[in-house]
C-alpha cells in the first residue's frame, strides 16, 4: 500500500493492481464508438449528463478527468494536502493626478490638507492647477516634500475661443516667471470686472450683494484668484439659494440670467506664456471643450499636449483623445480635477492617473533649454 493513499483515498483504499492485471483489463475496453451496441451508443450522452450531475450534488465540478476507466470518481481537494502557491499580483502602477485646485482658486482644500487627501489616496505625483493663479504651489510643495510625493508646479489658465472658454493646463512652470505673473495679473483684473458685472445683474433681479464685500479677500490676497464660486457663497449665506449648485443652476452658468461671458486672451497667446515660464501647455479636459476640430491647429501653434485622462472622459474618449495625440505628435497628461465640492461631480482622488510612461514623455517633451523637473 503506498504511504500517501490514505491521505488521497480516505476510507474507501484500495490496493494497487498489477501490471498483468491492469494489462488484462485494459484488453477487454471498448475499441471505441464504432464497435458500441447501438442501445449503448444513444445512452451514453445521457449517462454522461448523469455523472456531471452527480459530480456537482458531491461538489467535484471543478475537478479534473484524470482517473482511469472503471475506477471511482474523483473525490473532494483534501485540505491537508499543500496547494501551489497564487501566482504574485501585478505591481501596481504609482498614481499621478495632475490636476487638482486648492483654496487658491475654486478648490475647498488648503494646498496642505489637499496633499494630506493625495497622500492617504496613494498619490505619488500631484500637481496644484489653480485656475489663474501659482498662489497655491509654494504651500503644496512644501507639503508634498514631507510627504514623499513627486510635486509639479501647475496652473490652469482659461483662454477664450469663439466667445467660450478653453482652459490651458501649465505644467512644469517657473512660479516666479515675471512675464507669467505679469500676464496673470491682467487675467485677475479681468475676473474682478466680470465678478462686478454679474453683481450688477443680480441686484436687476432685486437681489443685492455688496460686491466690494465678496472681493474683499482677492484685493487682501492679489494671489487669490477670484471667480463665480465667490458669488455663489455669497447668494448661499444670504439665504437666496441653498447651496453653490444652485446658485449656478439658477443664476450663474451660461445661460442663466446673471451670466457674463469670459474675457481673456486667445489659447495661442497662452502657450506662449506657459512657454516664457518655462512650462509645457496641455489642453485641458477637451471633452468638455467640444471643438476637436480645434486642436491640430493648436498644436501648430505652439500645444505640447492633450488632457486624454479626465474624470469627465469615459473610456471611449480617453483612447480618442490618445489617437488623437499620437497622430498629431503631442504628449498626454491626466487628472481628476479634485475640487472637494459637489458642485464639481464629487470627484475623488486617485480615481484618474497618468501612466507612468505618459508622464516619463510630458516632461521629456519639453525642449532642453526649458526642461524642469518636478520636484
Known sequence: ????????????????????????????????????????????PVLQAIRRAVRRLRGETDLPRVRRRRAHASRPVDPRVPRAARAAEPRAQPVIDLHTHTTASDGRCSPAELVARAAAAGIRVLAVTDHDTVAGCEAAEA??????IEFVNGIEITAIRDGGDVHVLGYFIDRHSPSLLAFLATQRQRRIDRVRQMIERLASFDIQLDADLILQPGIDDPAKSVGRPWIARALVASGHVADTSEAFEKWLARGRPAFVPRAGAPPEHVFGRIHEAGGIASLAHPGLVRHD???AGFAAAGLDAIEAYHSDHDSEATARYVNLAEALGLALSGGSDYHADDSHGGIMLGTVSLPRGHFDRLISSQPAGRRLRAK
Do not use: F, K
Open 1 to 44: 500500500m503506498a504511504s500517501d493513499l490514505p491521505v488521497l483515498q480516505r476510507r474507501r483504499q484500495r490496493p494497487l493492481r498489477g501490471r498483468r492485471r491492469a494489462a488484462a483489463q485494459g484488453s477487454r475496453r471498448s475499441a471505441g464508438a464504432a464497435h458500441r451496441h447501438p442501445l449503448r451508443a444513444r445512452l451514453a
Open 143 to 148: 507639503a508634498s516634500s514631507a510627504a514623499g
Open 293 to 295: 476640430e480645434w486642436i
